[in-house]
């Protein structure tokens, strides 16, 4: 049996991370985990639940009424992420959640919830996950890491086109303010800033289609698991 292995894949946002960790999941037959979806059903919940998550106290109460996990939709052929059993995929992509997302991530205690929840889920091996602290704090010990990067006019128009097929209204202007903003919050905070691993091979894909970049990443895995032996 061929060995399975942990990639995991960091990037700013909108630069295609969850599109390569899923087509990867799909050709290798790994698990896909979406974590920037967790963070989302987090920040959904919060504000559904008139949640101040600057407030500690409320905060971390609010944490143990929260269960997410994912599933596989047949018809669409994508996974979907449910929030304490109802599937808020549509919810959770609205600019209303990416405008608060950042914040929220940022928590130490959100944070430290998901991680430990990521890190079950990468017991078993033969797991992509993408993220912003995937390769730095949630599987340092990853045989392979990618750090995602693209142009930022390139990002912002190919986040306007996946809001507008997913029947979410935003100008490109908004897209571009929230990608600046997140940027800046991600790499600025604190807790698990967004960074580089020093050992994660750099992927940029500003001149790349899908196909493309899918081939370059699955001949890393190829040539990590010939590696491992």
């Given at each position: 049996?061929?060995?399975?292995i942990?990639?995991?894949?960091?990037?700013?946002?909108?630069?295609?991370?969850?599109?390569?960790?899923?087509?990867?999941?799909?050709?290798l037959?790994?698990?896909?985990?979406?974590?920037?979806?967790?963070?989302?059903?987090?920040?959904?919940y919060?504000?559904?639940?008139?949640?101040d998550?600057r407030n500690?106290?409320?905060?971390i109460?609010?944490?143990?009424?929260?269960?997410?996990?994912?599933?596989?939709n047949?018809?669409?052929?994508?996974?979907?992420?449910?929030l304490?059993?109802?599937?808020?995929?549509?919810?959770?992509r609205?600019?209303?959640?990416?405008?608060e997302?950042?914040?929220v991530s940022?928590?130490?205690?959100?944070?430290?919830?998901?991680?430990a929840q990521?890190?079950?889920?990468?017991?078993?091996?033969?797991l992509?996950m993408?993220?912003r602290?995937?390769g730095?704090?949630?599987?340092p010990?990853?045989e392979?890491?990618?750090?995602?990067?693209?142009?930022e006019?390139?990002?912002?128009?190919?986040?306007?086109?996946?809001?507008?097929?997913?029947?979410i209204?935003?100008t490109?202007?908004e897209?571009i303010?929230?990608l600046?903003s997140?940027?800046?919050?991600?790499?600025?905070?604190i807790?698990?800033?967004?960074?580089?691993?020093?050992?994660?091979?750099?992927?940029?894909?500003t001149n790349?289609?899908?196909?493309?970049q899918l081939?370059?990443a699955l001949?890393?895995?190829?040539e990590?698991?010939a590696?491992?032996?």
């Open positions: 049996m061929e060995r399975k942990i990639v995991a894949i960091d990037g700013h946002a909108s630069c295609g991370k969850s599109t390569l960790a899923r087509q990867l999941a799909n050709k037959g790994y698990t896909y985990v979406d974590s920037g979806a967790m963070y989302r059903a987090v920040t959904l919060f504000l559904e639940n008139g949640i998550y500690k106290g409320q905060m109460s609010a944490l143990k009424n929260i269960n997410i996990s994912f599933q596989y047949e018809k669409t052929e994508m996974p979907e992420t449910l304490n059993g109802k599937v808020v995929e549509k919810e959770i609205s600019m209303k959640i990416s405008d997302v950042s914040p940022a928590i130490k205690e959100v944070r430290e919830f998901l991680v990521q890190q079950q889920m990468g017991n078993h091996k033969g992509t993408d993220g602290d995937i730095t704090v949630v599987f010990g990853a392979l890491k990618i750090f995602l990067t693209s142009n006019s390139i990002r912002a128009e190919r986040r306007f086109i996946e809001l507008h097929k997913k029947g209204d935003a490109l202007e897209v303010h929230n600046e997140r940027d800046y919050e991600d790499s600025h905070r807790t698990s800033p967004l960074y580089k691993a020093g050992d994660a091979i750099e992927l940029d894909n790349l289609n899908e196909a493309q081939e370059f001949n890393l895995v190829r990590k698991i590696e491992l032996g």
